[in-house]
T-cell receptor, first 114, second 111 residues
């Protein structure tokens, strides 16, 4: 099953708070899990990514937590800022014949109030 | 270093027409993928090209096609446009497997 389920659809957080977005997948052939950030009128931009042999990856205020046995992963945004207001997509990558295909979640619209 | 460039940014077409969208990848990137983004279906994979060869294809009808040139620039074509083809079409390029950089997309409206 090549789906990635993402929740919540929308999230409102106060400045300085923690934003948490969750994703789940079924296909164990997925071998790379990136998160993308998209602002209105722009394409998605790679934020942070993790491979399934790692349980956590942190880059600045952004952390991915990965639970391989549960087939779930999540994005934590610490000290959320109004500039973080955007739509966030989790994705899972499957490589076939050297070709990478990204399967995206439906997205989470994050609003950080000042 | 220039990013992924997609042209045109906006396009309005009439049902039944055909359209060609263009993508110039980051210099040196040989892999180019195309995605369709709609509010209902989200981001969906169309196809991927590497060295002028289609390596992977998503679940879209044959009206959607693409090609890649020797300079890695890519085009996608949609024939016999339907209202449901209205979407943001995104191109992404990559140097190696993993880590695509997306362009800002072409917003196609079919009326």
């Amino acid at each position: 099953q090549q789906q990635v389920k993402q929740s919540p659809q929308s999230l409102i957080v106060q400045k300085g708070g923690i934003s948490i977005i969750n994703c789940a997948y079924e296909n164990t052939a997925f071998d790379y899990f990136p998160w993308y950030q998209q602002f209105p009128g722009k394409g998605p931009a790679l934020l942070i990514a993790i491979r399934p042999d790692v349980s956590e990856k942190k880059e600045g205020r952004f952390t991915i937590s990965f639970n391989k046995s549960a087939k779930q992963f999540s994005l934590h945004i610490m000290d959320s800022q109004p500039g973080d207001s955007a739509t966030y997509f989790c994705a899972a990558s499957i490589t076939q014949g050297g070709s990478e295909k990204l399967v995206f979640g439906k997205g989470t619209k994050l609003t950080v109030n000042p | 270093k220039a990013g992924v460039t997609q042209t045109p940014r906006y396009l309005i077409k009439t049902r039944g027409q055909q359209v060609t969208l263009s993508c110039s990848p980051i210099s040196g990137h040989r892999s180019v993928s195309w995605y369709q983004q709609t509010p209902g279906q989200g981001l969906q994979f169309l196809f991927e090209y590497f060295s002028e060869t289609q390596r992977n294809k998503g679940n879209f009808p044959g009206r959607f096609s693409g090609r890649q040139f020797s300079n890695s620039r890519s085009e996608m074509n949609v024939s016999t446009l339907e209202l449901g083809d209205s979407a943001l079409y995104l191109c992404a390029s990559s140097l190696n497997t993993y880590g695509y950089t997306f362009g800002s997309g072409t917003r196609l409206t079919v009326v």
